[in-house]
């Protein structure tokens, strides 16, 4: 959950960012090399993450949910490097987004007791 909120602040960060260095040096619009690493780094972050929600889930819709928003969220960001698509800034943070909340909705309803059960 932590880690999903991270990114998503990095996430609305940067276009400041952006514009800070376009003030500070006009001879480039690329963000430094630490600022695009950072974006791998949540991604590893995320991933430890949404195998740890998904092992002590108990439902197994929310299992599948996490690692297919953690996909969706994993392909926007590496589209995002390569520069393969032109996708609006939207489709990076709305599955960010969905994955704090489904970390949210995991951690209050769908917690293991003594063994997980899969509903």
Known sequence: MASTTLCLV???LTPFIFIAQACAASCC???PVW???IDFLFLVISFIAVYFAAKNS???WVKIALYVLFAFLSF???NEHAGSL???RIFLYTPAFLLF???LYNKKY???QDECYTV
Request: charged share 15%; with cysteine; proline share 0%.
């Open 29 to 31: 619009a690329e963000s």
């Open 10 to 12: 990095h996430c609305i």
């Open 58 to 60: 108990s439902k197994r």
């Open 101 to 103: 909340a489904l970390h």
């Open 86 to 88: 032109q996708l609006n």
């Open 110 to 112: 769908c917690q293991c």
């Open 35 to 37: 600022w695009r690493v």
């Open 76 to 78: 926007f960001i590496i």
